[in-house]
């Protein structure tokens, strides 16, 4: 093999590694939540729990797309809590105001 294939056999070896490294499993829960509703304006992408999530939005809509998530109103998964195990496209205004969030994971004891 020639020093230049060579390298670049590495590199493209490199770079599979950091695109497989970068993306998610597809077991891990993931949701996006957005400031207006129909999945629009502002948004933040959820791949885990999210204690203080410090927006300075409403969240008016959710799109589950792996998992079952809990929306919580104040930090700390404290206040008002909502699950959501699908999207949403309009939350009701009493439970639009979320600071943190975590995805859901009831295991049943055995």
Same mark, same amino acid.
């Given at each position: 093999?020639?020093?230049?294939? %060579? !390298?670049?056999?590495?590199? !493209? $070896?490199?770079?599979?590694?950091?695109?497989?490294?970068?993306?998610?499993?597809?077991?891990?829960?993931?949701?996006?939540?957005?400031?207006?509703?129909?999945?629009?304006?502002?948004?933040?992408? %959820?791949?885990? =729990?999210? =204690?203080? %999530?410090? !927006?300075?939005?409403?969240?008016?809509?959710?799109?589950?797309?792996?998992?079952?998530?809990?929306?919580?109103?104040?930090?700390?998964?404290?206040? %008002?809590?909502?699950?959501?195990?699908?999207?949403?496209?309009?939350? =009701?205004?009493?439970?639009?105001?979320?600071?943190?969030?975590?995805?859901?994971?009831? $295991?049943? =004891?055995?």
């Amino acid at each position: 093999m020639t020093p230049h294939r %060579l !390298l670049l056999t590495a590199l !493209l $070896a490199a770079a599979a590694g950091f695109i497989t490294a970068a993306a998610p499993s597809p077991a891990e829960p993931l949701a996006i939540i957005y400031r207006d509703i129909g999945y629009r304006g502002p948004a933040r992408t %959820l791949t885990g =729990p999210s =204690p203080d %999530l410090d !927006l300075q939005w409403p969240v008016r809509s959710i799109r589950v797309q792996r998992g079952v998530w809990e929306l919580c109103a104040r930090p700390n998964y404290r206040g %008002l809590c909502t699950r959501y195990e699908a999207s949403e496209r309009s939350i =009701p205004s009493a439970r639009e105001y979320t600071q943190s969030a975590r995805p859901v994971t009831d $295991a049943a =004891p055995d």
